[in-house]
Antibody, heavy 114, light 107 residues
């Protein structure tokens, strides 16, 4: 059974850093496109970042230069390193598999506030 | 970047109604368009991929179609479980993007 479990969210001050994790089971992360998608409170979905099976990475303009997507194939885990966090980064962050996102995690809440 | 314009933002309908939601892409995305349903506090659920392919396990009352850069999600006969928010998403370019969402409410 395919499962994605995010962790690492929490309350962080503006300008701070946080690393999110997404532990995958039931499939091999390196064989699929893997994404981070976020949703600010009461708002719509926003695609954040993608890592391809070959390791190429892509970012939304809103996070380019501040966020880094990566994966650890030995742990079958996806990561999102978030630096220089801003209030507008406050959101539930989901990891999702594919180009069309057939599998999603449950989400982890990141709150950027002083 | 490809912009996805989704309409309407809110839709009021009754059980048994046929409803349509539209998404227009700012440029060609071929058929690389997905539709999702989201309920409060839950992750989105994939309904349709590649514009018109029904995801496994999704009821057949959901369907998708395309005409150029305009895409449509149709629910043929609304059921109580269908009242939720719906999003389109393009995955043609490596800068994916979502529509703004359509909240489907009970009339």
């Amino acid at each position: 059974e395919v499962q994605l479990v995010e962790s690492g969210g929490g309350l962080i001050q503006p300008g701070g850093s946080l690393r999110l994790s997404c532990a995958a089971s039931g499939f091999t992360v390196s064989s699929y496109y893997m994404n981070w998608v976020r949703q600010a409170p009461g708002k719509g979905l926003e695609w954040v970042s993608l890592i391809s099976g070959g390791g190429n990475t892509y970012y939304a303009d809103s996070v380019k230069g501040r966020f880094t997507i990566s994966r650890d194939d030995s742990k079958n885990t996806l990561y999102l390193q978030m630096n220089s966090l801003r209030a507008e980064d406050t959101a539930v962050y989901y990891c999702a598999r594919g180009g069309a996102f057939g599998y999603w995690g449950q989400g982890t809440l990141v709150t950027v506030s002083s | 970047d490809i912009q996805m314009t989704q309409s309407p933002s809110t839709l009021s309908a009754s059980v048994g109604d046929r409803v349509t939601i539209t998404c227009r892409a700012s440029q060609s995305i071929s058929s690389w368009l997905a539709w999702y349903q989201q309920k409060p506090g839950k992750a989105p659920k994939l309904l349709i991929y590649k514009a018109s392919s029904l995801e496994s396990g999704v009821p057949s009352r959901f369907s998708g179609s395309e005409s150029g850069t305009e895409f449509t999600l149709t629910i043929s006969s609304l059921q109580p479980d269908d009242f939720a928010t719906y999003y389109c998403q393009q995955y043609n370019s490596y800068q994916y993007s979502f529509g703004q969402g359509t909240k489907l409410e009970i009339k």
